[in-house]
């Protein structure tokens, strides 16, 4: 990891966005660095390099790759203002222990058998190259990094003991994929009572409309699951109002 301290700059609460849908985000109309995290979900080379599982299960990347830009300067600019970074990783124990039948089934019947050897070592196995996370996206130190064996983040990890032990209400969403890992967590910490906002700029899936799905669902109900934004947009509110 990147012994390399980020910058922070000391936040009052702040508004709500301007630029979120279907609501300002946060509902309850303030936020603070320190009650608030950035999410960065499963930016590893086995989703997002051509070598790596999701390349093997005949996937496109061209739209997983689009996220990779953006994600970059959104993670710079939560880091900038000081907010909580954790980082997601999927992959399975080496003796594949934690990989249940159905998953196992599945990625077989897709051609891409989870443990089976691949260009970037075993496909979607701890401390594998292809589970290790893209230079873009490289953890600092002291930044949690959460290793997961599902879809959803909170499921069989200390992720919601991490939030809660630094006081989090707030979370900004980014990763791969929008329709999979990225909605899943985003639901089961809707459930846990945080207010979600997707960066959706920052996200990516096998195809345009897989993505368009996710966001056409968070328009629901007035929000359902939470609310989106591009993260341009977002941070630059912020940025202006920290400016000088």
């Not at 249940?100 to 051609?111: H, S, Y």
């Not at 897989?210 to 940025?239: K, T």
């Amino acid at each position: 990891m990147n012994s390399v301290s980020a910058p922070k700059i000391p936040l009052d609460a702040f508004d709500s966005s301007r630029c979120s849908v279907p609501y300002p985000w946060p509902v309850a109309g303030r936020w603070r660095a320190d009650d608030t995290a950035l999410l960065a979900i499963d930016m590893q080379k086995d989703f997002l390099d051509p070598r790596g599982y999701f390349a093997s299960l005949g996937e496109s990347l061209e739209h997983t790759r689009r996220s990779v830009a953006p994600a970059r300067n959104a993670l710079a600019a939560a880091r900038e203002l000081g907010l909580t970074v954790v980082h997601t990783r999927e992959g399975h124990r080496r003796d594949l222990s934690d990989l249940n039948d159905c998953k196992r089934l599945r990625a077989a019947r897709a051609g891409a058998a989870i443990g089976s050897p691949g260009p970037l070592g075993r496909l979607l196995v701890r401390d594998e190259e292809g589970w290790d996370f893209i230079d873009e996206m490289r953890p600092l130190a002291g930044e949690p990094v959460v290793d997961k064996c599902g879809n959803g983040a909170f499921y069989a990890t200390d992720l919601e003991q991490i939030l809660r032990s630094r006081g989090i209400r707030h979370l900004l969403l980014l990763g791969v994929t929008t329709d999979v890992c990225v909605s899943s967590t985003m639901r089961e910490a809707n459930d846990r009572g945080f207010d979600c906002l997707l960066l959706e700029d920052c996200c990516g899936a096998a195809r345009p409309d897989l993505h368009q799905g996710v966001l056409n669902s968070l328009e629901r109900e007035g929000g359902i699951f939470g609310a989106y934004a591009d993260s341009r947009a977002f941070f630059e509110q912020y940025r202006s109002a920290t400016a000088g």
